[in-house]
């Protein structure tokens, strides 16, 4: 995630006005309470194609734009993450807001929020000291989260979302920021069918695993043994061998079972790992054929790649 982080002190909680050129630029400023899941929001914001920083300076908001703007390709949705970590961030964001808005920025404020119960757990798991329990009266966790609230009241009051994560999964809180800010986008599953060696190991990013050694191996028949599985005498071969095409229509059927899923679920990319023993001709002939086939027949984008082609 690209990040820009400041530790100053900048009294001034106002932007200045953002350039002309600014018109069409949309703007979300991510804030809540600390563990609440702003972390989890700006992930998912980045893929949704938002381009986010870090508890940016407001005074620098504009110079962000406009170098958003002059970029190749330009960058006209931007989230900026504000909290407390931020000496110079008070909560009160009227100002802020106020002065993109009158430039033509479209501008949005996301808040978080959890029950004290849910933060103090979620604090406890992830072993980490609140951004202002050191401050508070009695520097226990649950002054600092106290603290927090009534310094952001006025962030809250101003939010266009607010959203409470007490009782919602990563997925959920997913979805419903997919829905607030994904710009009617289609919700496509990057599928990447990837062919391997086995005894170059599996990939160790593959979400599914199919093993293509029960097959005949070309590399026993002569005249194949040179080929490889992009050459269609090797992919007749190979597809043509017994129990193949009953294989590829069962890889067919789960991968469509778990895209259906891993849509459901948020995921925007899956790879399907398909490996025989050296990466040259079962495993490059069924990924071909899987990749044709599900480019046929899913909206999906999908792409084939052949990770030990090459390496005997």
């Known amino acids: 995630m690209t990040s820009v982080e400041s530790n100053g002190s900048a009294a001034d909680t106002s932007a200045s006005s953002p350039a002309p050129d600014s018109a069409g630029v949309?703007?979300?400023?991510?804030?809540?309470?600390?563990?609440?899941g702003r972390g989890t929001a700006a992930r998912v914001l980045e893929d949704l194609g938002w381009y986010v920083a870090d508890n940016l300076p407001p005074e620098l908001i504009e110079r962000m734009i406009e170098l958003g703007v002059s970029a190749d390709p330009p960058i006209r949705r931007l989230a900026l993450v504000m909290d407390v970590r931020s000496r110079f961030f008070t909560g009160n964001l009227?100002?802020?807001?106020?002065?993109?808005?009158?430039?033509?920025?479209?501008?949005?404020?996301?808040?978080?929020?959890?029950?004290?119960?849910?933060?103090?757990?979620?604090?406890?798991?992830a072993r980490r000291r609140h951004p202002l329990q050191s401050e508070s009266a009695d520097g226990t966790l649950s002054a600092g989260i106290a603290a927090e609230r009534a310094r952001l009241d006025s962030a809250k009051t101003a939010a266009d979302l607010v959203i409470d994560t007490t009782a919602l999964s990563v997925h959920q809180l997913h979805r419903k920021l997919e829905e607030a800010y994904g710009g009617g986008a289609p919700k496509a599953l990057q599928v990447t069918i990837q062919s391997f060696g086995f005894k170059y190991g599996v990939p160790l990013d593959a979400?599914?695993?199919?093993?293509?050694?029960?097959?005949?191996?070309?590399?026993?028949?002569?005249?194949?043994?040179?080929?490889?599985?992009q050459d269609s005498v090797v992919s007749e071969y190979v597809l043509s061998r017994p129990g193949a095409q009953d294989y590829l229509r069962t890889c067919r059927h789960l991968i469509d079972l778990t895209t259906d899923g891993y849509r459901q679920e948020g995921k925007r990319y899956m790879t399907v790992a398909?490996?025989?023993?050296?990466?040259?001709?079962?495993?490059?002939?069924?990924?071909?054929?899987?990749?044709?086939?599900?480019?046929?027949?899913?909206?999906?984008?999908?792409?084939?790649?052949?990770?030990?082609?090459?390496?005997?």
């Open 274 to 312: 398909v490996g025989c023993t050296g990466g040259k001709h079962r495993s490059v002939a069924v990924a071909e054929a899987l990749g044709e086939a599900l480019g046929e027949s899913s909206a999906d984008p999908v792409r084939v790649v052949h990770r030990d082609l090459g390496r005997e």
């Open 207 to 229: 979400d599914m695993v199919f093993d293509l050694r029960f097959l005949p191996n070309p590399h026993w028949v002569p005249e194949l043994r040179e080929h490889t599985g």
């Open 26 to 36: 949309e703007v979300v400023i991510v804030t809540g309470l600390s563990g609440a």
């Open 94 to 125: 009227s100002a802020v807001t106020e002065q993109l808005r009158s430039g033509g920025v479209r501008t949005r404020v996301l808040f978080l929020e959890a029950s004290d119960d849910v933060l103090i757990r979620r604090f406890g798991f």
